[in-house]
């Protein structure tokens, strides 16, 4: 079967950096992405890999090895606002979505 | 701005009585997806379709259909809703090009009573 496995639930302090990890085993890749999705509210795009290697955006960068299986999610200088689910997600060989079950990040001061 | 737009925010709806969610975009996308969300899971896709062709995923229960009557428009009927049904439903657009994500709307919460 078709699996992305993530961390339930993590704690960060308010200007650290966090990193959420995300392995899958997919039939087949052509694709990952990150979502944010704050309580209650749709999903919203982070960022896609599809090579190996590390995409920055700003305070967010993703990171990808098809070898693994694996990527992360690195999140620096956290902010409040910043408190939110991180969904992962891998396009398969038929081009679907499977999806994490999402990691809670909650951020104190 | 171009967006996807889901009505209503908050559905109500009583044990067996017919509801229907609807879903609009103008981002002219040709895939508009459904999904189920309930607390703290994976959104789970109930089916999609591209441009006009339905695409049901396997366990999508025959109580949930779905209408797309033009490119802009997607509706979500659910026959018979029971007290498992209750959950956030989510559509979402794409282009159908291979590098480019998903947009979702703000999502409708069903209640069953």
């Known amino acids: 079967g078709q699996n992305i496995d993530q961390p339930t639930e993590m704690t960060a302090t308010e200007g650290a950096i966090v990193q959420i990890n995300c392995t899958y085993q997919?039939?087949?890749?052509?694709?990952l992405f990150w979502y944010q999705q704050h309580a209650g509210e749709a999903p919203t795009f982070l960022s896609y890999?599809?090579l190996d290697g590390l995409e920055e955006k700003g305070r967010f960068s993703s990171f990808l090895s098809r070898s693994k299986g694996y990527s992360y999610l690195l999140l620096k200088e956290l902010q409040m606002k910043d408190s939110a689910s991180y969904l992962c997600?891998?396009?398969?060989?038929?081009?679907?979505?499977?999806w994490g079950a999402g990691t809670k990040l909650i951020i104190k001061p | 701005d171009a967006m996807v737009i889901q009505n209503p925010r908050y559905q109500v709806t009583q044990f067996g009585k017919p509801v229907t969610l609807s879903c609009s975009q103008t981002?002219?996308?040709?895939?508009m997806y459904w999904y189920q969300q309930k607390s703290s899971q994976a959104p789970k896709l109930l089916f999609h379709y591209y441009d006009k062709d339905f695409n049901n995923e396997a366990d999508t229960p025959d109580n949930f259909q779905s209408r797309r009557p033009n490119t802009s428009f997607c509706f979500l009927d659910i026959r018979s809703p029971g007290l498992g049904d209750a959950a956030m439903y989510l559509c979402?657009?794409?282009?159908?090009?291979?590098?480019?994500?998903?947009?979702f709307g703000d999502g409708t919460r069903l209640s069953i009573l």
């Open positions: 997600a891998v396009r398969d060989s038929n081009y679907q979505l499977i």
């Open positions: 997919t039939s087949g890749f052509n694709g």
């Open positions: 890999n599809v």
């Open positions: 981002l002219n996308h040709n895939v």
């Open positions: 979402a657009t794409s282009n159908g090009q291979e590098n480019q994500p998903q947009h």
